[in-house]
């Protein structure tokens, strides 16, 4: 049985907007790429955007224009059939004090303007036609609340570098849906952390630090002609958002909550909400007919520290719908209630119908972290099934511990924020799985002159378990049986993109874009573009001639495998074309 998603298509040659459309089914109808030929597919101009490495973005393609964004919030317009220089946009920070690495991972396009939201905290409204910059929103200074301090963490940890805080930006491409521009901020529940000079686990991340450290998350939307801002949603709940202290996910796996040391610590932490976490990293799906948005949110602060946040965390972890117009919450699915593994509902939801024993139902999908693809009625979130698993799963839930605790998987995924193709004639989906464990160590260090010792969780690569990335093919047309599964040569980045010519499209952090037969995950073609997949690719047509883009820049866990960063949007066309 074929699937759909319920959302009008925009013209089949273009990508105009993140995903494709509002359904987020990163899928094209466009075949003549496909199969038979795609061995002949080959560079058709290049795009160096000067701005090497954390390069991410996803091009939105409208009426023979490109439009990227590029690390540190700069934007380019492009001729899409021969890579010339339209328009440039050059953006300045009004403050270094960001979250993490200057990435940003798209733009969205409509009413003549180009919307972007930067990690310096705004929200900006350029000309599509010029580059002129209409509005310029502060939506929030990142910098704003910072509680944490790294003074006695790095007097205990020696030579390793402390780095990071809970500061707030956008890295998410927007939403522009019914007059309004819709993003939300990253940066909430992460916190202080220790990376690997390598930007790995191996060197020990440290996060979770014992106390009220960190931000409240949120997701607002602005006037798309004015910037006005006209409603915002918070994800840490204020009144209850200790929940109902489950023992159970709503799914029925058992959790190895301590709730009595919970409830006893209740009072004294009755405020965490405060600072409770809740990043937002990617675009929610939209369905207009119902008026509502889909999203996932993050992880609850203190990360992978649970004790001084005691409760069910409501609505961290958890996949909600909210009303388009006013923000309001319509319903929540919470994944992993009191979450201390780093299992941010990350990856973008897309729209599908989904096969009920009275007939289709409208449904909303998201690959998680945890190893399953999650479907609910999108009226009211309704747990219809979910997938066979896509990795080998071992000690799910159990808590970090002075010992460690071995964990399978890890906070890199499953399925990590790289969003996942739908191919609705044939049901299939399309994902970039990391099989990977990590060990969960609570660790103690000294507060210093009389004060009470700093206790924290060290995430470290969990030795002898298996590490590597899988391309996935999940059957939603069956429940989600595992159709094929191809293990990679390297670690799968940037998300895939699924043809409706038999093709499915998926990066590695080596530098390969590889294209897959979609019926049984058969490699047919790769390229080396010269640094790592960042980005999801994308299809359009000029001309007759259908081209495939992807954004070549690394990140820090390319840099784990050796591998360079780069600048470079490179875009392939038949080479007999």
Same mark, same amino acid.
């Given at each position: 049985?074929?699937?759909?998603?319920?959302?009008?298509?925009?013209?089949? @040659?273009?990508?105009?907007?993140?995903?494709?459309?509002? $359904?987020?089914?990163?899928?094209?109808?466009?075949? +003549?790429?496909?199969?038979?030929?795609?061995?002949?597919?080959?560079?058709?101009?290049?795009?160096?955007?000067?701005?090497?490495?954390?390069?991410?973005?996803?091009?939105?393609?409208?009426?023979?224009?490109?439009?990227?964004?590029? #690390?540190?919030?700069?934007?380019?317009?492009?001729?899409?059939?021969?890579?010339?220089?339209?328009? #440039?946009?050059?953006?300045?920070?009004?403050?270094?004090?960001?979250?993490?690495?200057?990435?940003?991972?798209?733009? +969205?396009? !409509?009413?003549?303007?180009?919307?972007?939201?930067?990690?310096?905290?705004?929200?900006?409204?350029?000309?599509?036609?010029?580059?002129?910059?209409?509005?310029?929103? @502060?939506?929030?200074?990142?910098?704003?609340? *910072?509680?944490?301090?790294?003074?006695?963490?790095?007097?205990?940890? %020696?030579?390793?570098?402390?780095?990071?805080?809970?500061?707030?930006?956008?890295?998410?491409?927007?939403?522009?849906?019914?007059?309004?521009?819709?993003?939300?901020?990253?940066?909430? %529940?992460?916190?202080?952390?220790?990376?690997?000079?390598?930007?790995?686990? &191996?060197?020990? !991340?440290?996060?979770?630090?014992?106390?009220?450290?960190?931000?409240?998350?949120?997701?607002?939307?602005?006037?798309?002609? #004015?910037?006005?801002?006209?409603?915002?949603?918070?994800?840490?709940?204020?009144?209850?958002?200790?929940?109902?202290?489950?023992?159970?996910?709503?799914?029925?796996?058992?959790?190895?909550? &301590?709730?009595?040391?919970?409830?006893?610590?209740?009072?004294?932490?009755?405020?965490?909400?405060?600072?409770?976490?809740?990043?937002?990293?990617?675009?929610?799906?939209? &369905?207009?007919?119902?008026?509502?948005?889909?999203?996932?949110?993050?992880?609850?602060?203190?990360?992978?520290?649970?004790?001084?946040?005691?409760?069910?965390?409501?609505?961290?972890?958890?996949?909600?719908?909210?009303?388009?117009?006013?923000?309001?919450?319509?319903?929540?699915?919470?994944?992993?209630?009191? @979450?201390?593994?780093?299992?941010?509902?990350?990856?973008?939801?897309?729209?599908?119908?989904?096969?009920?024993?009275?007939?289709?139902?409208?449904?909303?999908?998201?690959?998680?972290?945890?190893?399953?693809?999650?479907?609910?009625?999108?009226?009211?979130?309704?747990?219809?099934? /979910?997938?066979?698993?896509?990795?080998?799963?071992?000690?799910?839930?159990?808590?970090?511990?002075?010992? %460690?605790?071995?964990?399978?998987?890890?906070?890199?995924?499953?399925?990590?924020?790289?969003?996942?193709?739908?191919?609705?004639?044939?049901?299939?989906?399309?994902?970039?799985?990391?099989? =990977?464990?990590?060990?969960?160590?609570? /660790?103690?260090? $000294?507060?210093?002159?009389?004060?009470?010792?700093?206790?924290?969780? *060290?995430? $470290?690569?969990?030795?002898? @378990?298996?590490?590597?990335?899988?391309?996935?093919?999940?059957?939603?047309?069956? =429940?989600?049986?595992?159709?094929? $599964?191809?293990?990679?040569?390297?670690?799968?980045?940037?998300?895939?993109?699924?043809?409706? %010519?038999?093709?499915?499209?998926?990066?590695?952090?080596?530098?390969?874009? &590889?294209?897959?037969?979609?019926?049984?995950?058969?490699?047919?073609?790769?390229?080396?573009?010269? +640094?790592?997949?960042?980005?999801?690719?994308? #299809?359009?047509?000029?001309?007759?001639?259908?081209?495939?883009?992807?954004?070549?820049?690394?990140?820090?866990?390319? /840099?784990?495998?050796?591998?360079?960063?780069?600048?470079?949007?490179?875009?392939?066309?038949?080479?007999?074309?």
């Amino acid at each position: 049985m074929a699937l759909t998603c319920g959302v009008s298509a925009a013209r089949a @040659e273009d990508w105009p907007a993140f995903g494709g459309d509002h $359904s987020n089914r990163h899928a094209s109808s466009l075949d +003549a790429i496909n199969r038979d030929n795609v061995s002949r597919l080959r560079p058709a101009w290049i795009f160096q955007t000067g701005q090497t490495g954390y390069f991410q973005a996803e091009p939105v393609v409208i009426d023979g224009r490109m439009y990227v964004s590029t #690390t540190h919030n700069h934007v380019a317009a492009l001729d899409a059939k021969t890579g010339a220089v339209i328009w #440039t946009y050059t953006h300045k920070a009004r403050t270094e004090k960001i979250f993490g690495p200057p990435s940003n991972r798209g733009v +969205a396009v !409509s009413g003549g303007l180009v919307y972007e939201a930067t990690m310096d905290g705004r929200v900006i409204a350029l000309d599509a036609k010029t580059g002129r910059l209409v509005w310029d929103i @502060e939506a929030v200074r990142p910098e704003e609340g *910072e509680t944490e301090t790294a003074i006695a963490l790095a007097a205990g940890l %020696g030579d390793k570098p402390v780095q990071g805080s809970s500061r707030l930006g956008f890295k998410m491409p927007p939403l522009v849906a019914d007059g309004l521009v819709i993003v939300g901020v990253t940066g909430a %529940g992460y916190g202080l952390h220790v990376e690997d000079a390598k930007g790995g686990l &191996d060197g020990g !991340s440290v996060v979770g630090i014992e106390g009220g450290y960190g931000r409240r998350g949120w997701l607002a939307a602005y006037d798309a002609r #004015t910037g006005e801002e006209r409603w915002r949603w918070y994800v840490t709940k204020q009144d209850g958002w200790e929940g109902d202290f489950v023992e159970k996910t709503d799914d029925g796996l058992p959790l190895h909550r &301590d709730i009595a040391a919970e409830k006893a610590a209740a009072e004294k932490n009755r405020d965490a909400w405060k600072v409770g976490g809740g990043s937002l990293w990617m675009t929610p799906a939209y &369905d207009p007919d119902l008026g509502l948005i889909y999203l996932g949110t993050g992880n609850p602060a203190p990360q992978n520290f649970g004790l001084t946040r005691p409760g069910d965390n409501l609505y961290t972890m958890s996949l909600v719908a909210l009303d388009v117009k006013t923000g309001a919450l319509r319903w929540h699915f919470q994944q992993v209630p009191h @979450e201390t593994w780093g299992y941010d509902v990350a990856s973008p939801p897309f729209l599908l119908d989904w096969p009920g024993d009275k007939g289709p139902v409208k449904a909303v999908a998201e690959a998680s972290k945890l190893g399953w693809i999650y479907v609910h009625d999108r009226k009211d979130g309704r747990l219809l099934g /979910k997938s066979a698993p896509l990795i080998t799963q071992k000690n799910l839930f159990q808590p970090p511990s002075p010992e %460690g605790t071995v964990v399978s998987p890890g906070p890199l995924g499953a399925v990590s924020w790289h969003p996942v193709s739908f191919d609705a004639r044939t049901g299939l989906a399309f994902a970039q799985v990391r099989h =990977g464990a990590a060990t969960y160590t609570v /660790k103690t260090v $000294s507060g210093g002159q009389g004060k009470p010792d700093i206790r924290y969780t *060290e995430t $470290s690569e969990a030795r002898g @378990e298996p590490a590597h990335s899988t391309l996935t093919a999940v059957d939603l047309s069956k =429940g989600g049986t595992i159709a094929w $599964s191809i293990k990679a040569g390297s670690r799968l980045s940037g998300g895939t993109l699924a043809t409706a %010519g038999g093709i499915v499209f998926s990066g590695e952090e080596d530098g390969h874009l &590889d294209a897959h037969d979609t019926r049984d995950g058969k490699l047919l073609w790769r390229f080396q573009c010269g +640094a790592g997949i960042g980005g999801p690719p994308v #299809t359009y047509a000029i001309d007759g001639r259908q081209y495939v883009a992807v954004a070549a820049g690394g990140s820090s866990f390319t /840099k784990a495998s050796g591998f360079g960063t780069g600048d470079a949007l490179v875009v392939f066309a038949l080479a007999d074309q």
